[in-house]
């Protein structure tokens, strides 16, 4: 176990990632920002009307709500992997090279491997039932307990340095999904989660061996494994069911797993679209007539049960069971490159563009800015 161990840190990305690197512009070179003076909250006012809402999709309603677009000096312009809300409100923001944006209505703080945090990319983010944050970053494994961080590494049981995904079932564990298997953590120690391949009839899955881009905890406790490049591997406790092309996932290269309220496991992927599995069958929607691109990831369920997800660069799909309602940059966001969706406990949806955050108040999309001047 290391604290405080790393002053540097770098980063290996997929190649299919590198373009979005080069809309990072801005470097965030301080700790803390008052905004005090400058910003009461980061939902921004409107200052440009947009309704140009025509959208030449076949099956889809035009989006009738005021879209409206805030354009600032300072704006966070960095790529941001996560966003989360801790249990006091707070909100936290992983980005792809800078650490984590930590933000209480008050202050803006930005913590990195000078502080403890274990990479500069933080790609997942969980609060366990203690009130521990926990950052899965491109250099470890970074808990925070209100006070410091503590950064785990493969030196440490972790299956990998490389986190990607984070899950907490319901007896309190913390798996960890990483690019060489995956980790449980039990609050004490890590195991690696291995396979055992006399009981597996297809022995490519496993998930000791590959990247675990998802993990998803089911209504019923049971896991399910994004793998890479081989589909979904389910787990209730006992044994594994498998989920690829030849039972009726529309593509093996999956990229997000959302359950619904229903039961409904939502799919996204690479390379065919959306999914949604009913517990016995999969109802593919593809590009043809139902959506645009074809790599669709960042699935959430908002409070009135509708399902949104982001379609490679074409935007973000909201779905009401009956109709899909695309929303671009003609309607407000930021880019239409979009990394994570959120919903805070105000109701209000968080979108995570490739240059910064859109929020959407149910009437309105503006983009979240945070002014200058930084102070140590």
């Avoid at 905004?35 to 140009?52: A, H």
């Avoid at 319901?170 to 120690?189: A, I």
């Avoid at 597996?200 to 590959?210: G, H, Q």
């Avoid at 699935?299 to 009401?320: C, K, M, P, Q, T």
Wanted: proline letters at 2%.
């Amino acid at each position: 176990m290391t604290k405080y161990s790393r002053m540097e840190s770098s980063l290996i990305f997929r190649v299919r990632l590198s373009i979005f690197f080069l809309t990072s512009v801005l470097i965030f070179g301080c700790k803390e920002q008052n905004t005090s003076e400058s910003l009461k909250d980061p939902v921004l006012e409107s200052t440009i009307s947009n309704q140009n809402n025509s959208h030449p999709l076949l099956f889809k309603k035009e989006a009738t709500d005021t879209l409206s677009h805030a354009t600032f000096n300072g704006v966070i312009t960095e790529f941001v992997w996560q966003i989360y809300q801790d249990k006091q409100g707070h909100f936290w923001f992983g980005t792809n090279h800078n650490g984590v944006l930590y933000y209480d209505h008050k202050l803006l703080r930005q913590f990195t491997s000078q502080h403890g945090v274990g990479g500069s990319a933080v790609r997942a983010i969980i609060e366990d039932k203690e009130g521990t944050i926990w950052l899965g970053t491109s250099e470890g494994l970074t808990s925070y307990n209100g006070k410091s961080f503590t950064n785990y590494t493969v030196t440490d049981g972790l299956a990998n340095d490389e986190v990607w995904t984070l899950a907490i079932d319901k007896s309190g564990t913390l798996w960890v999904g990483t690019v060489g298997g995956v980790s449980t953590f039990d609050g004490y120690q890590f195991e690696t989660f291995k396979v055992d391949k006399a009981k597996v009839s297809d022995p490519k899955p496993m998930l000791s061996e590959n990247r675990i881009s998802d993990i998803l905890i089911d209504l019923n406790d049971h896991i399910w494994f994004v793998t890479d490049g081989y589909g979904i591997s389910k787990y209730d406790g006992k044994g594994f069911e498998f989920f690829t092309v030849n039972n009726g996932l529309p593509d093996n290269h999956v990229a997000d797993l959302l359950q619904d309220h229903e039961g409904n496991i939502w799919i996204g992927t690479f390379y065919g679209g959306v999914s949604k599995y009913d517990g016995r069958k999969f109802i593919n929607f593809t590009k043809d007539g139902l959506i645009q691109g074809i790599e669709a990831y960042n699935f959430l369920e908002d409070s009135e049960g509708n399902i949104w997800f982001s379609a490679e660069n074409h935007g973000v799909y909201r779905y009401d069971g009956k109709q899909f309602v695309l929303f671009t940059t003609k309607d407000g966001l930021a880019t239409n490159g979009i990394q994570s969706i959120y919903q805070d406990k105000k109701g209000q949806i968080w979108f995570s563009t490739w240059n910064g955050l859109s929020l959407y108040d149910g009437k309105n999309i503006s983009n979240a800015a945070l002014k200058e001047p930084w102070v140590q």
